[in-house]
């Protein structure tokens, strides 16, 4: 698509002109580089520790898609964790939703990715009483 190549060509562009600044920059202020160098590498370090719990989010809903425990429509129990067991309506890369009889829930796919997940039959059928008016008769 006209998307596809121009996000390509404009990537290759950037990489481009940052290899060149990158050999200038080592060429005009070697102690420069060597600074920035520090820096970006310390802001990416502090990025990765912010980031760290949605990218275990991320990273266990891929596993998720990748390695299903149970699939959209199942009847499931989290082992351990309360108001879990329902019926699975959602599987997204953050999250599961399950609809409990209290309503839906949504656990997080890094507790679903760690903790036994146990799958459980639906729920049974609720029991109905019928009310016949007087003078019903049943045959025989």
Not at 115 to 133: D, M, N, Q
């Amino acid at each position: 698509s006209n998307r596809g190549k121009t996000i390509v060509t404009r990537t290759i562009q950037i990489m481009y002109w940052g290899v060149a600044i990158f050999v200038a920059a080592s060429m005009l202020a070697p102690d420069l580089l060597a600074k920035l160098f520090l820096g970006v590498s310390l802001f990416g370090a502090a990025i990765a520790l912010a980031l760290q719990g949605l990218m275990r989010e991320v990273i266990s809903g891929a596993l998720l898609q990748l390695m299903p425990k149970f699939e959209v429509g199942e009847y499931i129990e989290v082992v351990g964790l309360a108001d879990s067991k329902g019926k699975v309506t959602d599987i997204q890369y953050l999250a599961t939703v399950v609809e409990t009889p209290n309503g839906p829930v949504i656990i997080p796919n890094s507790k679903i990715w760690d903790t036994p997940v146990r799958k459980v039959g639906p729920p049974p059928a609720p029991k109905s009483l019928i009310i016949l008016p007087d003078g019903f008769k049943r045959k025989p």
